[in-house]
């Protein structure tokens, strides 16, 4: 063979080998053009999304915000800065002007607003809890009749309901007495249909049957094996009844007719109707509702864990 031919093959080899180098540099350059493009992209998205997270958080805080504000005034300052501007600081007198007027009304409206929320929430959440476990673990007569009833009560508001509570509770002679505030609070379909997805999440059959073949009653299964299992679901459940106690005010106002069993909704109510006679109201209007607001806020930040973890109920099985 000769040398010419030799050098022929070898640069053909030569050739072929170095071909696919272009080749391989084109597509990894392709490749991070493209990584970079989704980068920019997922970075544009998460840029959008928190953009409107804040704008609604915003939305959400501002009339905190302005209550904060306003409650460091006095009436004066009230009208004559804008509403986000700070005038003279004067939380603290307007605090004692609230508590002491009327020999402090507004105490024992909070006093009766914590009586409905906490004893009546814990009770609702309570029979909740053993509605909506008695739904998922026990075989009874019209069971899927009666819980389609309980879902259907979701759909009812609680406002249709207030007048024909009301006539019952007078027959009874239940108007204008604690209890017509209590007893109704303890009935609560959403709270039975929550305990329901909680019992089918976190309590397991086996457990149950393996607890019955020990020997174990019904009643000790579910106090010593289910409720602690579903200290989530009440939780839960005791914060949205805590919530709406705390904000009902329609209810108490069709019941009761004495001031000093009006929770705190009421009781700002009523002050709120006489401003414009009396504008020193003003002032014991938005200081009250600050304070409304403070218990709340205390229940939602102590027990957020239960609550993120009975948002995510029934997820996982």
């Not at 840029?47 to 915003?58: E, G, K």
């Not at 501007?85 to 409206?109: C, K, P, Q």
């Not at 009546?120 to 009666?146: C, M």
């Not at 009421?266 to 006489?274: A, C, E, H, S």
Request: glycine share 8%; net charge positive.
């Amino acid at each position: 063979m000769s040398s010419t031919d030799t050098r022929t093959r070898s640069a053909a080899s030569g050739a072929v080998e170095k071909d696919p180098q272009p080749s391989v540099r084109a597509t990894r350059s392709r490749t991070t053009r493209s990584g970079g493009g989704a980068t920019a992209t997922s970075f544009s998205s998460r840029a959008a999304v928190n953009t409107v997270l804040v704008i609604m958080a915003l939305y959400t805080l501002m009339p905190l915000t302005w209550l904060l504000f306003a409650a460091t005034k006095d009436n004066s300052d009230l009208f004559a800065h804008p509403g986000f501007e700070l005038g003279d600081f004067n939380l603290f007198s307007n605090l004692d002007r609230l508590f002491s007027y009327d020999h402090g009304i507004f105490a024992t409206w909070l006093g009766n607003s914590m009586l409905y929320s906490v004893v009546g929430a814990a009770a609702s959440a309570f029979i909740s809890l053993l509605a909506g476990y008695a739904f998922d673990k026990y075989v009874f007569p019209l069971k899927n009749k009666l819980y389609a009833v309980v879902l259907l009560g979701i759909l009812v508001p609680s406002t249709v309901v207030s007048l024909p509570m009301y006539l019952m509770a007078s027959k009874v002679g239940l108007v204008n007495t604690y209890w017509a505030v209590l007893i109704p609070g303890l009935v609560n379909p959403f709270g039975v249909y929550l305990a329901r997805v909680f019992s089918e999440g976190y309590v397991p059959g086996e457990t149950l049957e393996a607890a019955r073949m020990d020997g174990a009653s019904e009643i000790r299964l579910f106090r010593s094996i289910s409720l602690p299992m579903m200290a989530p679901a009440f939780m839960t459940i005791f914060l949205f009844s805590f919530t709406g106690s705390w904000n009902n005010f329609f209810l108490p106002l069709v019941m009761l007719n004495d001031s000093s069993k009006y929770p705190v909704t009421l009781g700002i109510y009523n002050w709120n109707q006489t401003v414009s006679q009396y504008p020193e109201f003003y002032q014991l209007v938005i200081t009250g509702s600050l304070i409304s607001v403070i218990p709340l806020a205390i229940a939602f930040l102590g027990l957020q864990r239960y609550w993120r973890s009975g948002l995510t109920a029934g997820a996982v099985k």
